[in-house]
């Protein structure tokens, strides 16, 4: 398992979201560098955004195509994504990022 995941669930459904394109990044002394373009499976989740000894203390974030997500299911979105920034302070821990996403908000925490 990467050292981060995340997990997408649409509150508009209660479902999991499938098939939502996510971009992971890492900033370092030139700016944002795109480290993995995933998309999420059947269950809303990305597992293997890292490959082992790839994490590293710093700032990273997640992007979520929310926009193409529910333009998919015939629903507009105020949203066209959805940028989640976090700091990793202990790169040995794993970071789970949770999103729960509906056309008019979006909310995340630090997951286990």
Do not use: C
């Not at 597992?47 to 193409?68: K, Q, S, V, Y």
Request: charged share 20%.
């Amino acid at each position: 398992m990467s050292a981060i995941t995340t997990h997408v669930l649409d509150l508009s459904t209660g479902r999991p979201a499938a098939n939502v394109a996510v971009k992971l990044e890492r900033k370092d002394d030139s700016g944002w560098r795109t480290v993995a373009d995933r998309t999420t499976d059947g269950d809303g989740r990305v597992r293997d955004f890292l490959a082992p000894g790839e994490m590293a203390a710093g700032l990273w974030r997640l992007t979520f195509g929310t926009g193409p997500y529910f333009a998919a299911r015939g629903t507009q979105t105020f949203l066209p994504e959805a940028t989640i920034t976090f700091e990793v302070f202990d790169a040995a821990q794993h970071h789970h990022v949770p999103l729960l996403v509906s056309p008019f908000g979006f909310s995340t925490y630090r997951g286990s």
